[in-house]
């Protein structure tokens, strides 16, 4: 079973659109992460919820938003995607204890805006 | 300046090579510090985890945390094939359950 997952893998659209990304954990942990990685590799940290609250929002624009229904899931919604918005997103999730407290990441979801 | 600088590489290797990979930092709040490993298309997957200054080793990895000189270190002895990826170091003030601030990674190629 895949422990961290994202959906869509892709996504091709254009600019102006509006797109959602799915993640869903099923380890039993509180706390997610969205992560944007650009072309050069550079992994950042867009936001963070801890049972289903917002516990980090790093300098992002208000057109992505995210929701977490539940602590199980974590969406990001973006709206009137623009060309620079084109990345890989990753969603992580948070568990295990002491020096083996880890991020586990999902597969990621290659947006491509045209 | 970015709070973590790494070289980009490539780094190409032959195989049973011994691999340093390094991360420079300037945040000395930074106590937690990790090295991911990430294959082409996949996504990051720890592979070593050190608290605070030290070494730590694991099989054929080895990480060094220098604190004094803000320098962390990730070393691989016979390096496979199988080792190429990229190579992310990430570090924390408070943990890795919070606000990892990633170095740009290090693609390693190890030719068989």
């Known amino acids: 079973d895949t422990a961290v997952s994202q959906t869509p893998k892709y996504l091709v659209t254009q600019m102006g659109n509006d797109k959602s990304i799915k993640c869903e954990q099923n380890l039993g942990h509180d706390t997610m992460y969205w992560y944007k990685q650009d072309s050069k590799k550079f992994l950042k940290i867009m936001f963070s919820?801890?049972?289903?609250?917002?516990?980090i929002n790093e300098t992002v624009p208000n057109r992505f938003s995210p929701k977490s229904p539940d602590k199980a899931h974590l969406n990001l919604h973006i709206n009137s995607l623009e060309l620079g918005d084109s990345a890989v997103y990753f969603c992580?999730?948070?568990?295990?204890?002491?020096?083996?407290?880890?991020?586990?990441f999902g597969p990621g979801t290659r947006l491509l805006v045209l | 300046q970015k709070e973590v600088e790494q070289d980009p590489g490539p780094l190409s290797v032959p195989e049973g090579a011994i691999v340093s990979l390094n991360c420079t930092y300037s945040n000395s709040a930074f106590q937690y510090f990790m090295w991911y490993r990430q294959y082409s298309r996949k996504g990051p997957e720890l592979l070593m985890y050190t608290y605070s200054s030290g070494n730590k080793e694991d099989g054929r990895f080895t990480a060094q945390v220098d604190k004094s000189s803000k320098y962390i270190s990730l070393f691989i002895r016979d390096s496979q094939p199988s080792d190429s990826a990229t190579y992310l170091c990430a570090m924390s003030a408070s943990g890795a359950t919070n606000k990892l601030i990633f170095g740009t990674g290090t693609l390693l190629a190890v030719q068989p």
């Open positions: 919820y801890n049972n289903k609250e917002l516990i």
């Open positions: 992580a999730s948070r568990g295990g204890w002491g020096t083996r407290e880890t991020q586990y």
